[in-house]
């Protein structure tokens, strides 16, 4: 199961054992470098970056260290270790030996589920691609570009699956991935949240705890997929995800740990005060955090679908921890509790769970993610303050699904069009808000430094002290 990075493609694939498919691949291969240089981090041509690189798939082959320059990282196609006699576990193929290559009449289905996962990771790299010129410490930075190179390789993921199981639509749509290219009018990414830009460190911190969440989600609910290549690709990919989620979680914990240090040092929650301390106040911090919650909720898709119906009732993608589920795993006659407007007002009502299926995963993810966000307030709290950081309702600000036909507060109130333009300045961030953002912003590359808008972490990386040299300019 080791991974031999001496081929040109490393695998643990047996790609060598298929040359239709590795030459495939290493068509493919230019044109994703030439993507990475044109659309990768901005100015990491000589770079030497102290990364992880997978080395094998087992549970510890994962976690190698070394120091790599930037534009000769070996990305690789890596798959989970085969799990013996593995059955499907729910839809009308429970039961069944999983499938090792595509059902004919499921192709279509699941090559559109795994284009669209696909997607998300180049986009993320496009929308990051400027932030090492902003980086708050070498620390920092050596996270942004681990993240980085992981989505580059989860890329490398979908691409391989599409080359393997979809011959010649695959090799088509794995080159419009790398067409396609996030915020672009003409030819976007295909999922709104991966077309915002992520401008300054603090929307990448709420990108990598809230959109990556949304990524483990949709992760773990393809790892219990029917097509067991495409289970093993991101069972793999889930361990490289928790450590972006990390990366989410401990900045902002380092953020709202220096802006409440100044809050005590001040003795003053008032934002223009903390602002002019050079610190992020927390209402700005809420409203960064309403902003990416409810473009992350949209990303989960309608509430009611029949899409999602059809693919589980198939066996394509089942249900966040399926296994540990306890139910028929068939969900014929279940009902699942989704919001609908009546009179101008939210409502819960019972609709057919397989057909709510996008509903329920989204409710994972919000249990998920307030954990995290309930973390961050024990840090609120020992300032003595009232104000506390909260996850807003998931029908607030959305722009898919029935709801997005209202205006809803993050309180979960319908309120009209004006109330909406006059309150929006409260709920979400300003230009006022992002400027003030983006003031902070300088590059902070000097070992051991960070800047004054974070807190250093309490501890490095590898157990490498907060002054190793994590990025090496050249
Ligand atoms: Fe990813
Ligand atoms: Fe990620």
Redesign the pocket.
């Known amino acids: 199961m080791s991974i031999d990075y001496n081929q040109k493609i490393p695998n643990n694939v047996d790609l060598a054992g298929d040359r239709a498919l590795q030459r495939a691949l290493e068509h493919w291969q230019p044109e994703f470098v030439k993507w990475w240089g044109d659309m990768g981090p901005a100015g990491t041509r000589d770079t030497d970056v102290y990364l992880r690189t997978a080395v094998s798939a087992e549970p510890k082959g994962w976690a190698h260290y070394d120091y790599v320059k930037m534009h000769d990282y070996r990305w690789g196609i890596f798959l989970a270790p085969a799990e013996t006699d593995r059955l499907i576990g729910f839809g009308a193929h429970k039961g069944e030996p999983a499938w090792q290559e595509v059902p004919g009449e499921y192709r279509s289905n699941l090559r559109r589920l795994i284009v669209t996962q696909g997607d998300?990771?180049p986009a993320?790299v496009e929308q990051q691609r400027h932030l090492g010129l902003t980086c708050p410490s070498l620390y920092d930075l050596r996270n942004l570009f681990q993240v980085n190179v992981?989505?580059g390789r989860?890329l490398w993921a979908m691409v391989y699956l599409l080359h393997a199981h979809f011959g010649r639509d695959g090799r088509e749509e794995a080159e419009a991935l790398l067409e396609r290219r996030s915020g672009d009018a003409d030819n976007p990414r295909i999922l709104g949240a991966f077309n915002e830009p992520t401008p300054d460190w603090l929307s990448f911190f709420m990108f990598t705890y809230f959109t990556?969440r949304d990524?483990k989600f949709q992760?773990y609910s393809l790892a219990e997929s029917g097509f067991d290549p495409l289970a093993r690709t991101t069972r793999f990919?889930l361990t490289?995800?928790a450590h972006?989620m990390f990366i989410g979680q401990s900045g902002l914990a380092r953020i709202i740990t220096r802006t409440c240090d100044a809050m005590v040092a001040c003795g003053t929650d008032d934002p223009a005060r903390l602002r002019a301390e050079g610190v992020i106040d927390l209402p700005t911090i809420q409203r960064y955090l309403n902003f990416h919650f409810s473009v992350t909720m949209d990303l989960f898709g309608a509430d009611v679908s029949s899409n999602a119906a059809t693919f589980y009732s198939t066996g394509l993608k089942g249900r966040f921890n399926e296994a540990r589920i306890e139910d028929d795993h068939l969900l014929n006659g279940a009902t699942y509790p989704v919001l609908e407007i009546r009179d101008g007002r939210l409502v819960t009502v019972d609709a057919p769970a397989l057909n709510a299926l996008n509903e329920r995963l989204r409710d994972d993810f919000i249990k998920d993610a307030v954990a995290g966000i309930t973390r961050w307030n024990r840090i609120v709290e020992k300032t003595g303050t009232s104000m506390r950081l909260k996850a807003p309702h998931k029908a607030f600000n959305r722009r898919i699904g029935p709801l997005a036909a209202a205006h809803i507060d993050p309180e979960g109130n319908i309120v009209d069009a004006t109330q909406w333009q006059r309150q929006a300045i409260d709920w979400l961030p300003s230009p006022g808000d992002r400027a003030f953002v983006a003031s902070l912003m300088g590059r902070v590359v000097e070992p051991g430094r960070f800047a004054n808008w974070i807190a250093p972490p309490p501890r490095g990386i590898d157990n490498h002290p907060l002054d190793f040299t994590y990025v090496r300019f050249n």
């Open positions: 998300t990771e993320s992981e989505e989860h990556d990524g992760l990919m490289e995800e972006h």
